[in-house]
């Protein structure tokens, strides 16, 4: 047993074993039976280097290496996910935040070091838009904003306030005061949130003021109820005339039988929380950004009326039912639904029908060898009705029962090609056959089916008691575009007052509430409803804007499309409306009729304003001469707007609409 020192070499007699690094200080070896060892001195052959790493990476290779004197060594720094390399240090001396270091033409001893330090990540996300602002006149005069705060990932930092789209000033509270203002005149304002990176928040909804003004806007006029049937939503629409204010109708608020449904911007509301044959009493108020309200407007009473047909009966059977007198037949169907209630059933064979409010019927008294085909048809309490069932025929021979059968299908409106499942069961039947397309069947089972059309499937069983025969018909609908524009934001647009020039962007709302997919496109067109029709009449209206639509919204979806309109209207108070049309590229539900109904409530009046015309009147002497005097004559002017009395014309024979007072200048020359 003999002892060394590590890093020293150890030797044999005839040879050098190698160089033992990383031992402790006096490690014992064990050593073969006769062999001598020597412990002597280092070569001068090699350094050590020492590497390490602080804590969340690692460094390779670590702990005391070994190089070779005059070669290089290389060491790889690894940090942890979610850390990096913050420095490397070599005999304490920084190399710089690396991620492998080499030591070239290696001398002497050295250390190597790593340091990390975590990621950080930019803050990009903006804080939410300030909400609830309102504005409150204060004495002075001026106005108290204030709002509830925003939130925001890191915190907001404040708040930036807006008079008019013009920057007032920076808070870090939930409020401000704007003292610069003068009385009677009306402000909007808005509220930006912001954060310590420079995130911005979208502008907050606009809160109105004018201090100082106490006028109320006009009583709302015009005002018109109308019953929407369910087929288009149930609903009642509510519209009116727009008012006029000293500084501006803000909104209108809506009530309903003296409670109020809410607010508006729109002259138009729509109420869904309505009830089928319920009477309505609707009613408008209008309000400016001061606060100031309206009288109550005159009421509109309106009644929704139930126009929705109950569901077609289905699953109708026959059985044969013996009693005193012979046998009669009992036909049953499945309860039919209704939007209100069902009230009856029609039940017919043939041309001969009874009611009934059960959804069963005895037919007493059948004869032998004769055939009967039953229907029933749904009604409720409004008088709609259902249409017709699939009929089911059974043929009476003698007293053998005649076979049941029960047919149906698991979904009796489907899209084309979409699979339908055929089930059946009978009895008392020798053969059984269903079609088209099936041929032979079992005394029960099920048929798979892909119509791509309005199909009617006939299951026949035939027996010692007769042949019954039930029908179950599955509806394909066509498969077609409806384009409908639900909505027209005329905001972007101005009209001169005295020129009725009519110009900017209108932005026009499509959508396709049918159930294809078109690959063409359509056209939108705004005009102005000239001869008062409420049509769309290409010799008569004046047609101020179109666009293309390159690709139409699918099933369910809606586009908006701006519409650059440019133009002079005919009247002040003419209707524009908006409209799509297809031109006949795509299939559609009603394709003659599409541009009518495409434009379904899209109307509105231009924000015109007051119509102020300007008349010129020049006069010219007989003579060259300068003018002894000049005088200025006032001419009323009448201007008529409307034809009143319905003659085609606007003339003298009209209701005027406004007087003015003209002033000319005449120019009397003297000899």
Not at 224 to 235: D, F, K, L, Q
Not at 337 to 344: E, F, I, P, Q, R
Not at 619 to 639: A, M, Q, T
Request: aromatic share 8%.
């Amino acid at each position: 047993m003999s002892s060394f020192r590590g890093n020293d070499r150890v030797s044999s007699d005839s040879e050098t074993a190698g160089i033992v690094a990383d031992l402790p200080l006096e490690s014992e070896v064990s050593l073969s039976d006769g062999l001598t060892v020597t412990v002597g001195e280092p070569d001068a052959d090699y350094v050590i280097i020492t590497a390490s790493a602080g804590e969340h990476g690692t460094v390779s290779p670590s702990g005391k290496v070994a190089a070779a004197l005059g070669g290089e060594q290389t060491f790889t720094f690894t940090p942890d996910t979610g850390w990096h390399v913050a420095d490397v240090l070599t005999d304490g001396v920084s190399a710089g935040a690396v991620t492998d270091h080499t030591f070239f033409n290696v001398t002497a001893a050295h250390t190597v070091s790593a340091v990390f330090e975590p990621d950080t990540v930019q803050d990009t996300e903006p804080p939410s838009a300030p909400q609830n602002l309102t504005a409150e006149e204060i004495s002075g005069p001026g106005v108290r904003l204030s709002w509830e705060p925003s939130s925001d990932n890191t915190g907001v930092e404040g708040y930036e306030v807006f008079r008019n789209g013009v920057f007032l000033g920076t808070v870090a509270e939930t409020s401000f005061t704007d003292g610069d203002v003068a009385a009677g005149t009306l402000y909007a304002y808005t509220a930006e949130a912001y954060d310590a990176a420079g995130n911005r928040s979208g502008r907050s909804a606009p809160a109105y003021a004018a201090p100082g003004n106490t006028e109320p806007p006009a009583v709302p006029g015009g005002v018109t109820a109308r019953g929407i049937p369910a087929s288009e939503g149930s609903r009642i629409r509510v519209s009116w005339d727009p008012c006029s204010d000293n500084t501006g109708v803000t909104g209108y608020e809506v009530f309903r039988d003296g409670v109020s449904l809410g607010t508006v911007t729109e002259t138009s509301f729509s109420d869904t929380d309505v009830s089928l044959l319920t009477p309505y009493a609707y009613t408008v108020k209008a309000y400016d950004g001061a606060g100031n309200r309206s009288g109550q407007s005159e009421p509109a009473s309106v009644t929704l009326e139930d126009t929705e047909p109950p569901t077609v009966p289905r699953e109708m059977t026959v059985t044969e039912i013996p009693d005193d007198d012979g046998f009669h037949f009992l036909v049953t169907w499945d309860p039919c639904s209704d939007n209100v209630g069902v009230t009856g059933y029609v039940i017919r064979n043939g041309e001969t029908g009874d009611s009934t409010s059960e959804t069963f019927y005895a037919d007493s008294g059948v004869t032998a060898l004769t055939t009967y085909t039953y229907t029933a048809e749904a009604y409720d309490a409004a008088g709609n009705r259902s249409g017709e069932s699939d009929p089911i025929t059974v043929t009476k021979t003698g007293d053998v029962p005649v076979p049941q059968v029960t047919f149906s299908a698991s979904a009796t409106s489907v899209s084309p090609g979409e699979t339908v499942v055929l089930s059946w069961d009978t009895s008392g039947a020798d053969s059984r056959t269903l079609g088209p397309g099936i041929g032979d069947i079992s005394e029960s089972g099920t048929a798979e089916v892909s119509p791509e059309e309005t199909t009617t499937y006939t299951l026949t069983a035939s027996g010692p008691g007769g042949t019954v025969t039930a029908a179950v018909t599955v509806a394909v609908p066509d498969r077609h575009t409806d384009l409908e524009v639900t909505d027209a934001d005329v905001s972007d647009t101005e009209t001169d007052p005295r020129t009725l020039a009519f110009a900017g962007t209108v932005q026009v709302v499509i959508a396709n509430t049918g159930n294809l997919s078109p690959e063409a496109g359509c056209e939108v067109t705004v005009f102005e409803d000239s001869d008062h029709d409420g049509l769309f009449n290409v010799s008569q209206d004046n047609v101020i804007g179109s666009a293309h639509v390159p690709e139409v919204p699918g099933p369910g979806d809606s586009l908006t499309v701006p519409v650059p309109v440019s133009g002079t209207l005919l009247f002040a108070d003419n209707l524009i409306f908006a409209f799509a049309d297809s031109e006949n590229d795509i299939p559609e539900s009603d394709e003659e009729n599409n541009i009518s109904h495409s434009m379904a409530d899209c109307e509105f009046t231009p924000p015109v304003g007051e119509f102020d015309p300007e008349l010129e009147w020049s006069w010219k002497g007989s003579s060259d001469e300068e003018p002894d005097f000049k005088k200025v004559i006032c001419v009323p002017i009448v201007i008529n707007l409307n034809d009143d009395n319905g003659d085609g014309l606007t003339d003298k024979n009209d209701i005027p609409d406004q007087y003015r007072s003209a002033r000319f200048l005449h120019t009397f020359v003297t000899n």
